[in-house]
């Protein structure tokens, strides 16, 4: 379980987040929505151990953040929303270098499957020439090579096609539900988030988002 305990950001005087708390259980997937600067980047940059809250306490099972961060880095898979890979190198020379310097060993082909269930298939192509929608799947590929626990998705299908976003959406259902990863999402696309996510966190004080997943029977609060 993952556990928020009065998660406070402020950023100079500018307050993001107010004394946020909530839990998720393995094998939810959970939806972070708002609007542009309300604070999602901030909350998974928190939850993936690459910002520290200015107040608050975070806990994955028994490990807390403060105390065993290089314990919980092991166990979390995270996508930034720029995305971050080697520009130059193809997506093989990818994979096999993010694979070092993850803490487990996977075979090529191991590699080569996991870009296959992103609908990734372009192994010996420099990522320079691949599209937007292309990098973002390598850069999700690169964020399970080492079998995360936790997976923290920072709008990981903008620009990506319908039917490779409908995929990658199944994909990321049986991560949670066979493999019992905790998923923590976000988008600006309503209906993906209504499809994919078991529980939405509605960030801020503008009630778009909450308005329209209450219409559409979504677990939703506002944090
Ligand atoms: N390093 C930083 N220093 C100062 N302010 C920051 C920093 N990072 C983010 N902010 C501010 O915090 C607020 C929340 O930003 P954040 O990136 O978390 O929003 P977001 O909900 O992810 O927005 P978007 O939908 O545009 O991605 C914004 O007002 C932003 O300007
Ligand atoms: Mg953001």
């Given at each position: 379980?993952?556990?928020?305990?009065?998660?406070?950001?402020?950023?100079?005087?500018?307050?993001?987040?107010?004394?946020?708390?909530?839990?998720?259980?393995?094998?939810?997937?959970?939806?972070?929505?708002?609007?542009?600067?309300?604070?999602?980047?901030?909350?998974?940059?928190?939850?993936?151990?690459?910002?520290?809250?200015?107040?608050?306490?975070?806990?994955?099972?028994?490990?807390?953040?403060?105390?065993?961060?290089?314990?919980?880095?092991?166990?979390?898979?995270?996508?930034?929303?720029?995305?971050?890979?080697?520009?130059?190198?193809?997506?093989?020379?990818?994979?096999?270098?993010?694979?070092?310097?993850?803490?487990?060993?996977?075979?090529?082909?191991?590699?080569?499957?996991?870009?296959?269930?992103?609908?990734?298939?372009?192994?010996?192509?420099?990522?320079?020439?691949?599209?937007?929608?292309?990098?973002?799947?390598?850069?999700?590929?690169i964020?399970?090579?080492?079998?995360?626990?936790?997976?923290?998705?920072?709008?990981?299908?903008v620009?990506?096609?319908?039917?490779?976003?409908?995929?990658?959406?199944?994909?990321?259902?049986?991560?949670a539900?066979?493999?019992?990863?905790?998923?923590?999402?976000?988008?600006?696309d309503?209906?993906?988030?209504?499809?994919?996510?078991?529980?939405?966190?509605?960030?801020?004080?503008?009630?778009?988002?909450?308005?329209?997943?209450?219409?559409?029977?979504?677990?939703?609060?506002?944090?």
């Amino acid at each position: 379980m993952l556990h928020l305990q009065s998660i406070t950001k402020t950023y100079g005087k500018k307050q993001i987040l107010k004394d946020v708390s909530f839990s998720i259980q393995a094998g939810e997937i959970v939806g972070l929505v708002g609007e542009n600067g309300a604070g999602k980047s901030t909350m998974l940059q928190i939850l993936a151990t690459l910002s520290k809250p200015t107040k608050g306490k975070i806990h994955l099972a028994e490990l807390s953040y403060e105390e065993h961060t290089k314990d919980i880095r092991k166990k979390i898979g995270y996508v930034p929303q720029d995305i971050a890979i080697w520009e130059e190198f193809t997506v093989e020379e990818n994979m096999l270098f993010f694979e070092k310097l993850s803490w487990i060993n996977k075979s090529k082909q191991q590699l080569k499957q996991l870009c296959l269930d992103m609908e990734l298939d372009k192994w010996k192509e420099p990522v320079n020439t691949l599209s937007g929608g292309m990098k973002r799947k390598l850069n999700l590929a690169i964020s399970l090579i080492h079998d995360p626990e936790v997976l923290l998705l920072d709008e990981p299908t903008v620009g990506i096609d319908l039917k490779s976003k409908m995929e990658i959406g199944n994909y990321l259902k049986e991560q949670a539900t066979l493999h019992h990863k905790i998923i923590v999402y976000t988008s600006h696309d309503m209906d993906e988030i209504i499809r994919l996510c078991d529980r939405v966190l509605c960030i801020g004080e503008d009630p778009f988002y909450y308005d329209i997943l209450v219409q559409k029977k979504k677990n939703v609060v506002t944090i």
